[in-house]
């Protein structure tokens, strides 16, 4: 059936708006004005009039790196995301154990705090924090960033954690004054302890899963890339994918980034088919995905020189160079894309190094990517121009991350760091994300940061020199998301032949002023020429 979008501000490009959309067969077929896009269409043959009431329609959001399915899980347990104090997540943890009973082998799971926002106590929670919760369950609460977190004293001890054991490899095991775990661990270590929550099954996964893409829906979003398929339960996460797809009408499209840390178990992914590009619109596989440092706020982020506010630390390197780097050869001799998570300037220097040694000038032609690139200075960013490197970065963590730049890298350090609008000028592929779960999914207010980059409560701004415009930053989050995935051709633009991916917005975001882009709402959002969310 043809379905007529008319009476609206359809984006095209940088100022070229339409009034008018045809779509069918999930494509658009046509743009133009009312009377351009109905020309030659049987006047007998079925077909659908939407009155656009002048609404303002871009191309779908394509967030290019989250979590989706840690997204749906953290919208599924004790939400710690803005909490402003020690005794609140304590509360909030009692809270949401009194409306949800535990039974014998449950844990109490809550992901999202961050004590640079306490107002009663700045430190780091312990394991004696978490047991005014509970210590009859385990509980485990994550930080925002997803590169640490604290148990209470119950999971240590179901974790089999004593004073004499030693972290995983790329991970540390904190420990208090007496030398016991204080139920604090980050990177690799973190392992042992999410080992001791009972393992999903495809059903599960798949129910987080649908609440996660109907909160993406409801934003805006067509496209996830997600990092959700790792070395531990790829077959099972596949198989969460594929039940969602096949029952779930409203379900959005997916680029998964499948995370290994080891030759053996990523050829045998490999030999299962899982090369980039395999799937269909609605799921295909990505690139390999590797993690080569921590966060900056849990100060793992690799530097290459010791912290500004710790004169002890570089960061926590999760990969060697030698196994990284025999990772890279492998994906890359296989024909798959690459993309690595590196956040200080030493992790961001460790995969350009090993980038040097696959990518022959500037055809980069797996489009091998860096996330996150946040520490940096002029001559790194310079050194993805000579292999055509891709970043893909997320503004939105300026919000945060303005207040301990400085203090954590030094003045001098911070004043070239998250340069994301010098790399768009630079003729760098950009593409924005949200790393959601460790940042709300929310894409105005994403927007918002790169247009103005303010905190969002406006109170202070960072590096105003990387702004970069409404038009600008729209584009990076759709058609240079496209680019990400080999889809430029087909995603990320309203124009015929392209998928029909896009949102309808409740007001012009290209001329509200920019204070008021993170308020912005989306009222309908389509995929393939099908309404999956209306508000």
């Known amino acids: 059936m043809n379905t007529i979008y008319y009476n609206g501000n359809i984006y095209v490009e940088r100022d070229r708006f339409v009034q008018a959309m045809l779509v069918s067969d999930g494509l658009v077929q046509k743009i133009g004005t009312l009377e351009e896009v109905t020309e030659g269409l049987c006047p007998k043959c079925e077909k659908e009039m939407i009155d656009l009431e002048g609404r303002t329609v871009i191309p779908g959001?394509?967030?290019?790196?989250?979590?989706?399915?840690?997204?749906?899980?953290?919208?599924?347990?004790?939400?710690?995301?803005?909490?402003?104090?020690?005794?609140?997540?304590?509360?909030?943890?009692?809270?949401?154990?009194?409306?949800?009973?535990?039974?014998?082998?449950?844990?109490?799971?809550?992901?999202?705090?961050?004590?640079?926002?306490?107002?009663?106590?700045?430190?780091?929670?312990?394991?004696?924090?978490?047991?005014?919760?509970?210590?009859?369950?385990?509980?485990?609460?994550?930080?925002?960033?997803?590169?640490?977190?604290?148990?209470?004293?119950?999971?240590?001890?179901?974790?089999?954690?004593?004073?004499?054991?030693?972290?995983?490899?790329?991970?540390?095991?904190?420990?208090?004054?007496n030398g016991e775990p204080n139920g604090q661990f980050s990177e690799n270590a973190q392992r042992v302890i999410q080992g001791i929550i009972p393992a999903e099954t495809a059903e599960s996964l798949s129910e987080k899963l649908n609440i996660a893409m109907a909160y993406a829906a409801s934003l805006g979003i067509t496209t996830l890339q997600t990092n959700d398929i790792s070395r531990d339960a790829w077959r099972t996460i596949e198989e969460a994918f594929k039940l969602t797809y096949a029952t779930n009408p409203n379900a959005v499209r997916t680029y998964n980034q499948c995370a290994f840390a080891d030759t053996e178990s990523y050829q045998e992914f490999l030999d299962a088919g899982h090369k980039t590009g395999a799937g269909d619109d609605m799921f295909k596989f990505g690139p390999l995905k590797m993690f080569v440092d921590g966060s900056l706020g849990a100060r793992t982020a690799l530097m290459r020189q010791p912290y500004a506010d710790d004169a002890t630390t570089c960061g926590v390197p999760t990969m060697t160079v030698e196994n990284f780097e025999a990772m890279v050869n492998l994906a890359d001799a296989n024909g798959c894309q690459v993309a690595v998570h590196a956040i200080g300037d030493g992790a961001i220097e460790m995969v350009l190094n090993a980038y040097d040694k696959v990518i022959e000038g500037r055809n980069n032609k797996n489009r091998h990517a860096v996330i996150h690139c946040q520490i940096t200075d002029k001559a790194l960013v310079e050194r993805f121009t000579e292999h055509d490197i891709l970043a893909q970065v997320q503004p939105i963590f300026i919000h945060y991350d303005m207040n301990i730049v400085a203090e954590r890298c030094g003045?001098?350090?911070?004043?070239?760091?998250?340069?994301?609008?010098?790399?768009?000028?630079?003729?760098?592929?950009?593409?924005?994300?949200?790393?959601?779960?460790?940042?709300?999914?929310?894409?105005?207010?994403?927007?918002?940061?790169?247009?103005?980059?303010?905190?969002?409560?406006?109170?202070?701004?960072?590096?105003?020199?990387?702004?970069?415009?409404?038009?600008?930053?729209?584009?990076?989050?759709?058609?240079?998301?496209?680019?990400?995935?080999?889809?430029?051709?087909?995603?990320?633009?309203?124009?015929?032949?392209?998928?029909?991916?896009?949102?309808?917005?409740?007001?012009?975001?290209?001329?509200?002023?920019?204070?008021?882009?993170?308020?912005?709402?989306?009222?309908?959002?389509?995929?393939?020429?099908?309404?999956?969310?209306?508000?």
């Open 61 to 177: 959001f394509n967030d290019s790196h989250n979590h989706i399915l840690n997204t749906g899980t953290a919208l599924s347990c004790v939400i710690l995301h803005g909490s402003t104090a020690m005794a609140e997540i304590i509360e909030k943890g009692r809270d949401f154990l009194a409306a949800h009973p535990l039974k014998a082998g449950d844990v109490l799971v809550g992901r999202g705090w961050n004590q640079d926002y306490f107002t009663d106590e700045q430190r780091l929670p312990t394991r004696y924090d978490l047991d005014k919760i509970t210590t009859e369950y385990p509980v485990v609460y994550t930080r925002t960033c997803g590169h640490m977190l604290v148990c209470n004293s119950k999971a240590l001890e179901v974790a089999g954690i004593t004073k004499d054991s030693q972290p995983l490899p790329g991970g540390e095991i904190y420990r208090d004054e």
């Open 411 to 535: 003045e001098e350090l911070a004043s070239t760091s998250y340069a994301f609008g010098d790399m768009y000028r630079m003729g760098i592929h950009t593409s924005f994300g949200t790393d959601s779960p460790v940042e709300n999914l929310q894409p105005f207010e994403n927007l918002y940061c790169a247009v103005t980059r303010k905190r969002l409560d406006g109170e202070r701004t960072y590096r105003p020199d990387q702004c970069v415009d409404i038009y600008d930053a729209i584009d990076q989050y759709t058609a240079g998301s496209a680019y990400v995935e080999f889809a430029e051709d087909r995603k990320g633009r309203l124009m015929p032949g392209y998928l029909a991916d896009f949102a309808v917005l409740d007001r012009n975001i290209f001329t509200v002023p920019s204070e008021e882009i993170k308020d912005v709402q989306c009222v309908r959002t389509v995929v393939g020429g099908r309404t999956v969310f209306e508000r």
